[in-house]
C-alpha cells in the first residue's frame, strides 16, 4: 500500500477503561491516534444498528399515531434491513473504488438526511420510503468502518482488540436501540417522541461527519478498472429477493408467491457466483473475489455468525414482545430492563479482551454455555417471576453474550488479508442482516406460530418454543466455535492474497 491511512502511533497503547467510550479515550495522547480514529469510525456500525433496534420499542406508538396497517408498521423494519442488505457488498466495494473515507463521509451525510426525512414523514408510505433509502446509506457507511479498522490495525495483537470493539459495538448498540426506544416511545414533548427516534441521528450525524473530515486519513484506492455493474445488479436481486421473502413471508403466511421469491433469490444468487468466477478466469475484475470462501476458517466463522446472529436478534425481540404484551409493562420500564444487560456485556467483552490470545477459542465457547444456560433458566424461571429474577435472567445473556458476539468477527478475520478488507466487512455485515431476517423469521416465526392467545401464560409458551429452537442453534454455533482455529499463545498475521 502506498500510503497508510493515518500515522502509526500510539502503537503500545493499552484500553484500561471498563467502558466504552472513556477506555478509547484514554490511549489517546496524539492528535492522529489509532485509536481516536477507532472511536470516530465505530459511529458508523453504532448507528447502524441503533436504527434498527430503537423502532422495536416505538412500533406500537407509530403505527396509532401515523394511522398505519399491520403490513405498514412490518415494513418500517423490514424496508430498512432490506435497503441495507441489498448494498452491503456493492458498499464495500465502493469503498476500495472511491476511497473508504470518502464513501464513509458521504454515506454518513445521506443517513443523516435519510434519519431526517423519517423524522418528519407524515404518512405510513412516506416513512416506508425514507426508511428503505435510510438503510441504503447505512450500508455505505457501515462496510467502510470495519475496512478502515482493519487497514488501522496491521499487527494481529491490535487488530484483534480493535476488531474486538468493533463486535461490542454491535452488540451495545443494540441494547442502546431498545432503552432509548422505550424512552423515547413514552415521551411527550415538543416535538413527538417517536419522531426524536428518527431525528436524533441529524445532530450525531453531523459531528460525526466532522470527526470523520478532520481525523481520519484516506485509505489507498485498489486499482479496479471497471466496476462490476451486472455483478452488482445479480447481488442485489439475490440479496433483495431472500431477505424480503423472509421477512414478509411469515406474515404472509408462507404463501406460494414467497417460495417463487426465495427460489428465484437462490437462482440468482447461484447464477451471481458463476459470473464471479467467469470474471476470474478472465482476468477481470469481480465484484467479489469469490475464492476467499475456499478458505476453511472464514466459512466455519461465517456460519458461526450466522447462527448466533439469528438467536441474538429473535431473543431481543421475542423477549421485547414478551415483557411488554404478555406482563404488560410498559415501554419505558422494559428498556429499563435490559440496562444491566448492558452492563454486564461490556464487563465481560472487557474481560474477555484480555484473556483472547491466551485462551483463544474456549473464551467464545464459554460464552455459548452461559447463555445455553440463560436460556434454561429462562424456560423454567421466568413465569410469574419478579422483577428482579426477570433482569438477572436478561443480564446472565448479556454475560454471555459478551464473550462471544464481539469476537466473531476475530474468527471471521482471523486469517484475511488486510487487500480483502473491504469484501470481507461486506460480506460479514450481509451475513448479519441475512441472519436478522432468518432470526425473526424462523425462531421469530415459531415464537408467533405459538401464540395462540393474549394470556400471559400463552405468551410464556410462545416464548419457551422460541428458546429452544434458539438452544439448538447455540448448539451448532459451539460446534462450529470448537472446529475453528484456537488462537491460545499465538499471534496469528494476515495472509497473502496468494494464500488463498
Known sequence: MAQTVAPRLGEGQQVTSHFFIVSLILTMNTPHSRWLMLCIILTAPLLYVVDIFIVNMAIPVIKQKLNASQSDIQLVIAGYLLGSACCLIPAARAGDYLGRKKVLYWGMFAFTITSCFCGMSQTPTALNIARFFQGISSAFMVTQSLSLIQELFPQPADRAKAIGWYGMTLSIAAIIGQILGGYFAELEFTIPGWRLIFLINGPLGLASMWAIDKWVGESCKLPIKKFDVAGTVMLTLAIGSLIYALTAGREAGWAAWSSLVIIFGAVMLAAFFWYQYFKISRN??????????????????????????????????????????????????????????????????????????????????????????????????????AALTIISLIGLYGLGNGLVLPFLLNVVLDEVPTSDAGITSGIFSTFQQIASALGIGIIGGVFYESLTGNALADYKIALDNGLIVGLAFLVIVFCLLGLTKGTRGRELAPRKKSDF
Open 284 to 385: 477481470e475484475e469481480p465484484l467479489m473475489d469469490v475464492r476467499i470462501f475456499r478458505q476453511r476458517q472464514f466459512l466455519i466463522g461465517l456460519g458461526a455468525v450466522l447462527f448466533h446472529f439469528m438467536v441474538h436478534t429473535s431473543y431481543l425481540l421475542m423477549i421485547a414482545v414478551y415483557l411488554q404484551s404478555g406482563l404488560g409493562i410498559s415501554a419505558f420500564t422494559c428498556g429499563a430492563y435490559f440496562i444491566p444487560h448492558a452492563l454486564l456485556f461490556m464487563l465481560s467483552s472487557f474481560l474477555a479482551s484480555k484473556q483472547l490470545m491466551r485462551f483463544g477459542k474456549n473464551v467464545l465457547l464459554a460464552g455459548s454455555l452461559i447463555i445455553m444456560t440463560s436460556f434454561i433458566l429462562h424456560i423454567f424461571l421466568l413465569h410469574h417471576a
